[in-house]
């Protein structure tokens, strides 16, 4: 069985997410995951709390609380609103548990015994006022690049150029205010540069198949050429490197692992902490830890990254050269699928200038399963997959009313209605000459699968003319559809193609509402009822079908049908599948007679004034 390893960036602790992280690094990777589940494949979703750095530290200060209370707060808060957000992790971790500081220190102690760590001494920013070397971000001055003011001590937000603190002009220390002098301190480098020729070959080697803006900005690092990194930093807060071997301990006070090399290894650690601690089954003894090493360690797992576009080189370049340093049979990501970034109304997310929608508050303001969907939908379909892409409220307000309630809701609403006012709320048996006709649909499938051509509509078009003449022109034009859409979704699932998966969906529900209409039922009941009952076994059908279509991108009204349906919640999240039921769902799996429960809405109007409102809050004080 294939064997896939997905992981999300790891959000900082240190403020709540927004809407703009969601279509970022973590609904694609959620949708995707939820896809492959239900495809029958192994997954592991890893993703957790970045809680150590100067970020951390910053917003401690500015609360005038420990970093503990911040990491505590954010983390809870984060992973609350993920769980309430459909996030089907299935770990998701936190960078202060024990495993992550002791693999963190392993991977130092192995590359200083390996002699790929420098002992150097650097000259730093000193705050003689407040005693302490100054972290970059405790910096701020002007860009050395663009001369942009309030450009932070390692990379100006204006122009995104990355430079050494010590360049920057007109330097001002954050904690004092004062201009900070400058002093020597003893740091450890990473000898990045050893990498350069392994990298240029990795990076190559995916060259037309990763996206564009990934290989392009890794290759504009590889040509300026790679240089060493600092790996520690002077800060008490974060993976303290004293008591290693190698390290005399008079160098190692006052020193952690600096944030961007640890923190990725916070996959790693959460990993072990899941099968530790976890894994559905509180199994502690050895063999259940080492369970780890398959996931990170094993040449038949696919290792895919999600992350957004600010984290790119990280995951292509730096972490690459950290595992294969390592050795010991660790995996590269096979893919790094990084997303652009999403605005909102048309200008960038901006916290500080109330230009934003936390997710918390979202969820806040609209707690019902089928805003969360609705959100999940309008993200999904504005997915920054290729460029800079938007969020807006009238957006939001088009696609739930006139895409997700018009559509796929009224679908499931007028065939459970009509069943239960006409067939006693049971699935219809087929009777007269449609008695065969969940066999020929089955055939057709099999058909479809064995078909020739390179895309779905060849397949279609090379099906034979004995199987069409089974079926009536609506009959055989729903079922192709159908077809499709799993066909098609699927494929671009696979390509990260996030939006073209959802059109490809959506599609599928609108042939649904075309068929109803062009069969109309309510007619057929009075004239045929052979084919009325025909007409309402293959919409209920459908209905299942649609209920696995869409459940990567709205799991919770995908279970809603489901438990209309009296059907086993069937919507990817971890442990509740093993077979390949995305292929199956386009089959008829519903038993005739087979009893579905009273109707319910799946999707509310979202009116007018509600989105007035939320667009009036925007940039208040």
């Not at 730093?124 to 405790?138: C, G, H, I, T, V």
């Not at 990795?202 to 600092?230: F, P, T």
């Not at 019902?368 to 009238?394: C, G, Q, V």
Request: with cysteine; charged share 25%; glycine share 6%.
């Amino acid at each position: 069985m294939k064997r896939t390893l997905i992981t999300s960036a790891l959000p900082y602790a240190n403020g709540y997410l927004h809407l703009g992280h969601c279509a970022g690094a973590y609904l694609p990777a959620d949708m995707y995951a939820r896809f492959l589940r239900l495809s029958g494949e192994d997954v592991l979703y890893v993703c957790g709390s970045d809680e150590h750095g100067v970020a951390i530290t910053i917003a401690a200060d500015r609360e005038k609380v420990h970093p503990k209370d911040i990491i505590d707060k954010y983390h809870k808060s984060n992973k609350a609103a993920f769980d309430k957000f459909g996030m089907s992790f299935n770990v998701y971790s936190r960078t202060s548990m024990p495993e992550h500081h002791e693999t963190a220190r392993e991977f130092f102690e192995d590359f200083l015994a390996k002699g790929i760590l420098l002992e150097k001494e650097d000259e730093q920013f000193y705050d003689p006022e407040a005693k302490m070397f100054l972290p970059d971000r405790y910096v701020e001055g002007i860009c050395p690049n663009c001369d942009s003011c309030g450009a932070r001590g390692d990379q100006c937000d204006s122009c995104g150029a990355y430079y050494d603190q010590l360049e920057l002009k007109q330097p001002k220390s954050l904690v004092s205010g004062k201009t900070p002098i400058v002093r020597k301190t003893i740091h450890w480098h990473f000898e990045f540069q050893q990498f350069q020729q392994f990298l240029e070959g990795y990076i190559e080697g995916h060259s037309g198949e990763w996206k564009d803006n990934v290989i392009q900005q890794s290759r504009s690092w590889l040509k300026q050429g790679l240089s060493e990194r600092a790996i520690t930093r002077d800060m008490d807060w974060g993976v303290k490197i004293s008591g290693l071997n190698g390290v005399p301990e008079d160098k190692a006070v006052g020193k952690v692992l600096y944030v961007w090399f640890e923190a990725v290894l916070g996959y790693i650690s959460a990993t072990k902490e899941y099968f530790n601690r976890d894994n559905g089954s509180n199994n502690k003894d050895s063999e259940n830890k080492g369970q780890w090493k398959i996931w990170w360690q094993n040449e038949d797992t696919d290792y895919i990254a999600f992350i957004g576009k600010d984290n790119i080189v990280f995951h292509t370049l730096l972490f690459p050269a950290m595992l294969h340093a390592r050795g010991e049979g660790y995996i590269l990501p096979a893919n790094v699928p990084a997303n652009e970034f999403l605005n909102l109304e048309g200008r960038k997310f901006s916290k500080s200038k109330n230009w934003s929608i936390d997710l918390r508050d979202f969820i806040s303001d609209q707690p019902e399963s089928h805003n969360i969907d609705a959100l999940r939908y309008t993200l999904a379909m504005n997915s920054p997959e290729t460029k800079d892409a938007d969020f807006t409220w009238k957006d939001y307000q088009a696609r739930n009313n006139n895409e997700l309630s018009a559509i796929l809701g009224n679908f499931v609403n007028r065939v459970f209605h009509f069943v239960h006012k006409n067939f006693d709320g049971k699935v219809p048996e087929l009777t007269g000459d449609y008695r065969d006709f969940a066999d020929n649909w089955i055939a057709l499938c099999e058909a479809l699968n064995k078909a020739g051509g390179n895309t779905s509509d060849e397949a279609i078009a090379n099906v034979s003319d004995e199987i069409k003449a089974k079926f009536g022109d609506n009959d055989f034009l729903l079922l192709t559809s159908l077809w499709k859409g799993f066909h098609s979704a699927g494929s671009r699932y696979n390509k990260f193609r996030f939006r073209d998966a959802v059109t490809e969906s959506m599609n599928a529900a609108r042939a649904a509402n075309k068929y109803f209409n062009d069969e109309a039922p309510w007619k057929a009941s009075k004239t045929d009822p052979d084919s009325c009952a025909k007409t309402l076994f293959v919409c209920c059908q459908v209905v299942n079908s649609l209920s696995v279509l869409f459940a990567p991108i709205v799991p919770f009204a995908s279970e809603k049908i489901r438990n209309m349906l009296n059907l086993k919640s069937y919507t990817g999240k971890p442990g509740e599948l093993i077979s390949n039921h995305w292929i199956d769902a386009c089959l008829p799996e519903l038993e005739e007679g087979a009893e579905i429960n009273k109707p319910e809405l799946l999707f509310i109007r979202v009116e007018d004034k509600f989105v007035e409102g939320q667009v009036a809050r925007l940039g208040g004080s």
